[in-house]
């Protein structure tokens, strides 16, 4: 563990199960949206005014955004589409695995029940030089570390 410590954010894959993916299905340029808040509620009590309780009541995740340069030919884009477009939603869970110099993953997340809710391309400007990068935004139930 020494050696992969501290481990870089900038080395991992996406893995999308149940749809048949190429490489560049796999490869995406940021990944933001790991994360889970506890939503709590408030409870006075009475005689105690110093202070109310706090008590979890349930987790919540916000969506997963993934970000890479525009693909022509995607399967995950093709689910994405079909979502979007023809309303039929099909989740599939995910995988994003963060990867050491080996190419082995070191900390991987199981996401679960996962299904397209935005797909946006960046603005063109012909006075940048920049590429055009598609942005997906995915809600899921909740996500598990393997």
Known sequence: MAANYPPVSFH???????????????QFQSVSGLTVD???????????NRFTHKFPKRSRYPNLVLKRGLVKDSAVIAWCR????????????????LLNEEHDPLVTW?????????WSVSDFNAEQSEI???TIELAYNYFRLV
């Open 12 to 26: 991992f894959n996406v893995e999308f199960l149940g749809i048949k993916q190429q490489d560049v299905d796999t």
């Open 38 to 48: 506890i939503d709590t509620e408030e409870f006075a009590e009475g005689g105690e």
């Open 82 to 97: 079909s979502a979007i477009e023809a309303f039929e939603f099909l989740p599939i869970d995910l995988t994003v695995k």
């Open 110 to 118: 199981n996401v679960v029940s996962a299904y397209p809710v935005k």
């Open 132 to 134: 055009a990068i598609e």
